[in-house]
């Protein structure tokens, strides 16, 4: 088995320190994390944490800390005094929420110690958190030099935390708040970068959005926690005694000698690949991985590498919270493919976690689930083990079961054996109309994937399944490469509203357990021989017959290519576009959402159905989408 993971290539592992300089952040016995800076971006419409720490003046004891909100015309838009813990120095204020607005300058004072901090905007603040596929940067995905050179936008801003798994406050005073421009952005999270700019089309021209990116490749779940918080359960604790024993023993010289091994291997494996693909941008990993074998990972574990348990939770996460923000957006679980039987419940761990750090009991968490993917070597060798199913299933419950907690599909958008596809327009704006759906109100945004309702036996050679989100409801390519490569979308396309049992992505298991694949047809619920209140009849409402479907599904939509993949225009385009959909209320986006959709299966000769289960695999099939090009999610239902 081969474990998924590692930084994503081209990704900057750690963040490139200036040389020393005063801290920035800084004046006398007065200190703020390196968060609040010059352009940062405060959250709107919620009280704004501001923290820091003081040290106490010989005998005049801890001096009081004001902080300070002033306008363009100096004038004092809000003031408040902050709290101080005179035991530890630590100090929270807190500034009244306030409208989306600005510029402002922030002035922290302390005695005769003061802070200033200028061109300060009230708006939206999201941290953008993960591993690889988060940490895939602008200049690193599909169509980056157009990106990067439409970006220039002074209300989209982007803060890096640095990538570490021991507090650098080197890093930290080099890193800084940056507006997104084709000279900076192309270390922003790509997908952060599509989630952000799809916001400032939609919210309003004059409304900055913030992104906190806060991520890195190749960490677990429990990467993200604290020690505490994993000591309170069996699967946290398995976890961290992994790791107790792989540094037992060991002396820190040992350490960092292994550590500086590896790192060299690794450095000369990513240089070898970048230069040949600069040599042949064409060039496939079966080539590159002929010529230069696999990827030196993983790294060896050690108390101070980016990757130990626990390490981002304390030198990142903790060094940027309670930072005001609007919502978590988390593209992770790669990592945890050896272990995703206890997945969900770190999960809900950590966001519990974060949840009380930021002291908001309902703070949103959008999640990326995992794409389709498998490596190639492992499918051709030992088979699927299916282990992604099991992550893409607890982070689908967690969604399902947690107030606040939102997932978007994302099964067409994988790559065969390329763990860190370079799509990262799609899950962006999926994420983001996600966020206008259930945090703006956008009422509009298509958001909601076909999912597996239920199943039943229609007789003893078919079943029905049936699916929410389902007007429109048709069946497109097989996997994602499929829907990219005109031929053989072509030759699987010969129908939308059926699939023989090797391209459907349905399986049937009888009490045995053992599933088997099975052929699948799109349906009328009349022509299904179902009735009832949710059944889909002729009307658009109800969902789609036969016929509705093939027509529905004959063309893509104008926001798609052939292949499904977003469009490309510009960024003046976009926003025209996207500022005309706001103002228009009849808008049909999202159309998919109330209709509920039925399969029927051919059920093989001599089982009696126990369970059923659609796209259950780590790379395909999985061709069902609705109206919206949404598709349908992973799903298994017992009988």
């Known amino acids: 088995m081969v474990t998924a993971t590692g930084p994503a290539p081209g990704s900057e592992m ?27 971006v405060l959250q709107r419409e919620t009280p704004i944490a501001v923290f820091g720490s003081v040290r106490a003046n010989g005998g005049s004891g801890t001096p009081t800390v004001t902080v300070r909100l002033i306008d363009e015309d100096s004038r004092q838009t809000a003031t408040t005094n902050a709290e101080t813990d005179p035991a530890t120095g630590q100090w929270t204020a807190q500034l009244p929420a306030l409208p989306a607005s600005g510029p402002y300058e922030l002035h922290v004072e302390a005695g005769d110690d003061r802070l200033r901090f200028t061109d300060v905007r009230i708006g939206v603040v999201w941290l953008a958190g993960g591993q690889s596929n988060m940490e895939v ?12 050179a439409q970006c220039a936008d002074p209300l989209l801003r982007f803060y890096n935390v640095p990538k570490t798994g021991v507090i650098d406050e080197t890093a930290e005073n080099a890193a800084s708040w940056q507006e997104s421009s084709p000279q900076a952005s192309g270390v ?88 040949a693909r600069q040599a042949d941008p064409d060039v496939t990993w079966d080539t590159l991985n002929e010529q230069y074998g696999a990827c030196p990972w993983p790294p060896p574990v050690t108390p101070f590498s980016q990757w130990h348990t626990c390490g981002a939770f304390e030198a990142m996460v903790q060094r940027i919270a309670p930072y005001t923000i609007e919502g978590v957006l988390w593209y992770q ?17 950590m966001i519990a976690e974060w949840r009380d750090l930021w002291h908001r009991a309902d703070l949103p968490f959008l999640l990326a689930q995992l794409p389709q993917w498998i490596d190639k070597k492992v499918d051709e060798s030992t088979g699927d083990p299916m282990l992604w199913p099991v992550i893409r299933a607890a982070q689908w419950d967690a969604a399902h079961t947690i107030d606040g907690v939102h997932a978007v599909c994302l099964m ?44 039943q036996i229609s007789d003893a050679e078919r079943m029905e399944v049936r699916f929410s989100h389902a007007a429109g409801l048709h069946f497109d390519g097989s996997d994602p490469a499929s829907r990219c490569d005109a031929e053989r979308r072509a030759r699987e396309n010969a129908s939308t509203t059926a699939r023989d049992a090797d391209l459907s992505g349905f399986e049937i298991a009888g009490a045995d ?26 009307t658009s409402s109800a969902g789609s017959t036969v016929a509705d479907v093939s027509a529905s599904s004959a063309s893509p939509s104008a926001d798609q290519h052939e292949c499904g993949c977003a469009r490309e225009t510009t960024w003046t385009a976009d926003y025209e576009q996207d500022r005309t959909d706001f103002d228009d209320s009849s808008s049909s986006a999202g159309s998919a959402d109330s209709a509920i959709g039925t399969v029927l299966l051919t059920v093989p000769e001599g089982v009696r159905p126990a369970a059923v289960r659609y796209a259950w695999r780590s790379w395909g099939p999985a061709p069902l989408f609705n109206a919206d090009n949404l598709p349908a999610a992973p799903g298994t239902r017992a009988l």
């Open 14 to 40: 750690n963040h490139e320190n200036a040389n020393a300089r005063p801290h920035r952040n800084t004046c006398g016995a007065l200190s703020m994390p390196a968060i609040f800076g010059d352009g940062m």
């Open 137 to 148: 940067e602008l200049r690193n995905s599909d169509n980056a030099e157009q990106a990067l």
């Open 188 to 275: 922003m999270s790509a997908i952060a970068y599509y989630f952000a700019r799809r916001l400032r089309a939609k919210l309003g021209p004059d409304i900055a959005v913030g992104i906190v990116d806060c991520y890195i490749g190749g960490t677990s779940v429990t990467c993200w926690m604290s020690r505490t918080t994993l000591e309170s359960c069996a699967a946290g604790r398995a976890y961290l005694d992994r790791y107790d024993q792989a540094v037992a023993g060991k002396s820190m010289d040992e350490l960092h000698a292994a550590a500086d091994a590896w790192q060299h291997d690794f450095d000369a494996w990513n240089a070898s690949i970048a230069a």
């Open 333 to 349: 679980g790669e990592e945890d493919e050896p272990y995703g039987e206890t997945y969900r419940e770190l999960l809900g761990l």
């Open 412 to 455: 067409d958008c994988g790559e065969y054996d390329n763990i860190h596809p370079t799509d990262k327009r799609t899950p962006g704006e999926r994420l983001a109309a996600c966020a206008l759906r259930y945090m703006y109100g956008f009422s509009g945004e298509p958001v909601g994937s076909p999912e597996m309702l239920d199943a």
């Open 513 to 538: 357990g053992v599933f088997q694949p099975v052929a699948a047809q799109i349906v009328a619920d009349g022509d299904a021989g179902h009735s009832g209140p949710d059944s889909v009849g002729s």
